[in-house]
């Protein structure tokens, strides 16, 4: 089992600085513009991982220097601290200082910088012990690789191994090394081989370790991997000890766990983060599956199959140039990726580590997973789910935790198992509006709650005398061609000065760049939403007879503008 990659940069060494020379006020006179610091290093170290190199240790460095800025601009030069049993001494001024702690090594005759330290010090009123942590974090020094690997002989023949460093995301080699069968020596049943690099340095950071074994003719048998380290200034030299990989398909992952990323809903759309165990060494990937659902307990349908090919006909994706990507790798050695999945819809999870050989077993989510700051976790037997209900109020606004929202407002539910219904909005936070409808029919039912996990939209209902103000001043123009449709229950359309019976149908639809629309006649006044069934209503309804005017009004998008047309027609008996 792999220790998590984010745990890699711990401390490689720490220091203390203790300004006792001023711990006490009265040991130093006030008017005396400078306060004595003892200077001290701390040779513990907190590094623990498995290819990582060795902590520094004090006696290494060639010097370590102290920097710094007060708080009244004035600085501290980069000053080598001489050390005498342990300790050093520098002068600083009454004041705020940010300080910083450098320690160097001598590499290639040259004094590079390996470890460094931050920290501020508030000497104002004298003295007091203050500690810094010396990290790689930062330090741009190369280092070097030198690494003693060892396997168990195999009944199959191997001809070469391609060892090499590569990105933890996205598998580029950084450092590549072939070895043939001559420089493998086998003594007892193991076989070893080194992988050394210390003429060429490479960047610090964390990589992926990986030995590929070949036989024949370049035949893949066996796959290792691993996180390593490289510090600045320092040599990785471990001896690795690879366990049997060779023919062997991985083990499986688990802990497979789901959150939702905390405010991520937009546009129909929210984040889950994935995060699981890696329980195996010789993976090449992950392939994460995506299963959607009619409902809880309803059979699964593979949505899409994220790895690394793609083929159309079976919903398989390249995990990174996925609609669903957010960010993360299903890369060997990686434990992590969020995704981006549609509103409206049940989803869940299933992954499988994969290599050349087979693939191992799919592990589904059956953990309770632990909670994560920013995200919120799905329970194991709740679907990945989240429903976009959107709320028309035309003309009205809605003020809910001190922010208000005009004409229109969208929240975003989770329907989990035991989810029976969702209680909606609660319209008296509307002015003059009495309940929700779900269509914009005059005579629909007022309804209070919505039983289904997929998106749904709501209109206000708002009462008899209530007035929705738009004037034809506010119109930006027209609308474009095909963007207004006015037709008949047969599909048929109807022009301006048209004849329409009382009982004939008539619907409104509005397409294009547009937030929403509505229909004014004889002092009703519908909503609708674009690309939506439309508005229909009849004369009778609206209670008129005779040339009757009827405005159509659509919001433009991320404008305060409207777009609008006036047509009259002719309601006879």
């Known amino acids: 089992m792999k220790i998590s990659f984010r745990k890699l940069f711990s401390a490689a060494l720490t220091a203390a600085l203790v300004f006792a020379g001023c711990s006490n006020i009265n040991d130093v ?38 920097s710094g800025k007060s708080n009244y601009g004035n600085t501290l030069a980069e000053v080598e601290l001489t050390f005498t049993d342990g300790k050093a001494q520098v002068a600083l001024e009454y004041a705020i200082w940010e300080l910083t702690l450098k320690a160097y090594k001598t590499i290639g005759g040259t004094d590079q910088v390996v470890l460094m330290g931050k920290n501020t010090a508030d000497l104002t009123n004298g003295g007091t012990d203050i500690s810094f942590k010396l990290t790689t974090s930062n330090v741009t020094t190369k280092g070097y690789v030198d690494l003693t690997c060892i396997y168990h002989k195999s009944t199959t023949s191997i001809s070469k191994i391609k060892a090499g460093l590569y990105n933890l995301f996205t598998d580029e080699a950084i450092y590549e090394k072939e070895i043939d069968s001559t420089d493998i020596t086998t003594d007892a049943g193991l076989c070893t081989f080194n992988f050394t690099e210390t003429t060429t340095a490479i960047d610090p950071g964390t990589y992926t370790y990986k030995v590929v074994f070949y036989t024949g003719t370049d035949t893949k048998v066996g796959l290792w991997s691993d996180i390593l380290l490289i510090a600045p200034g320092n040599t990785t030299a471990k001896t690795v000890n690879i366990p049997p990989v060779i023919t062997e398909k991985p083990d499986s992952p688990s802990n497979l766990c789901a959150y939702y990323v905390d405010d991520t809903e937009t546009n129909g759309y929210y984040n889950v983060k994935l995060t699981w165990e890696d329980n195996s060494s010789n993976e090449e990937y992950y392939v994460i599956t995506i299963n959607e659902y009619d409902s809880y307990g309803a059979a699964a349908v593979l949505y899409k199959e994220l790895g690394t090919t793609e083929e159309t006909a079976t919903n398989k994706e390249v995990f990174v140039s996925s609609q669903e990507y957010v960010s993360g790798s299903i890369l060997a050695n990686n434990t992590e990726v969020e995704l981006k999945l549609p509103t409206g819809k049940l989803f869940d999870v299933s992954i499988k ?49 001190s922010n208000t929202y005009f004409n229109s407002y969208t929240e975003y539910k989770s329907w989990k198992k035991d989810t029976t219904e969702f209680t909606l909005l609660d319209s008296s936070l509307i002015n003059e509006c009495k309940g929700w409808t779900e269509t914009t029919i005059e005579t629909a039912p007022v309804v209070t709650s919505y039983t289904s996990h997929e998106n749904k939209t709501f209109y ?5 005398d209530s007035n929705i103000d738009y004037t034809i001043e506010e119109y930006q123009g027209g609308f474009k061609d095909a963007e207004l449709t006015i037709t008949k229950a047969d599909g048929s359309t109807i022009s301006n000065g048209d004849i329409i019976g009382n009982t004939d149908e008539i619907k409104v639809n509005v397409s294009g760049d547009y937030e ?15 690309g939506g069934t439309g508005i229909t209503f009849t004369g009778t309804q609206i209670k008129v007879t005779g040339n009757t005017a009827i405005s159509i009004i659509a919001k433009i998008k991320n404008s305060d503008k409207f777009a609008g047309e006036t047509i009259t027609l002719n309601f006879s008996n």
């Open 353 to 401: 580590a994969v290599n050349f050989v087979n693939s191992s077993d799919e592990v589904t989510r059956t953990v309770v997973p632990t909670e994560t700051a920013g995200c919120t976790a799905v329970a194991a037997n709740d679907k990945i789910t989240k429903t976009m209900i959107t709320y028309n109020f035309p003309g009205k606004t809605l003020t809910i935790d």
């Open 29 to 66: 006179e006030k008017n005396d513009p400078k306060c004595l610091s003892t200077v001290k290093i701390d040779e513990s170290s907190s590094i623990s991982r498995q290819i990582n190199p060795d902590p520094f240790t004090a006696g290494v460095f060639s010097k370590i220097t102290l």
């Open 516 to 530: 929403y629309f509505l229909v004014k006649v004889n002092n009703h006044t519908y909503s609708g939403s674009i």
């Open 460 to 464: 206000a209902k708002f009462t008899a």
